[in-house]
């Protein structure tokens, strides 16, 4: 059974940085994506980035240039440094994995950042 387990979140000041962490454990195939979205009070769960395998990476435009999504294939961990935090960052944010057709998703961190 696939298990992602977060950690990293907690509160911040504006401009100050967080490093998100996710390790994936129990899959028996390679995991073809991984990614961060996110879920901020009364919103929609959105894409906060993802990386493929290859490392090729996709950014939401309201975090390119402040937060890296970052991998280790060996270890089926996926990073995300978070910089220049802002209040709309405050979120849960849920890492996931996509293997073969099937998607999975960790329990989520609460991020909150203070204005």
């Known amino acids: 059974q696939v298990q992602l387990v977060e950690s990293g979140g907690g509160l911040v000041q504006a401009g100050e940085s967080l490093r998100l962490s996710c390790a994936a454990s129990g899959s028996r195939s390679s995991i073809n994506y991984m990614g961060w979205y996110r879920r901020g009070p009364g919103m929609q769960r959105e894409l906060v980035a993802t990386i493929a395998t290859g490392g090729r990476t996709t950014y939401a435009d309201s975090v390119r240039g402040r937060f890296t999504i970052s991998r280790d294939n060996a270890k089926n961990v996926v990073d995300l440094q978070m910089n220049s935090l802002k209040p709309e960052d405050t979120a849960v944010y849920y890492c996931?994995?996509?293997?073969?057709?099937?998607?999975?998703w960790g329990q989520g961190t609460q991020v909150t950042v203070s204005p």
């Open positions: 996931n994995a996509i293997i073969t057709s099937s998607s999975y």
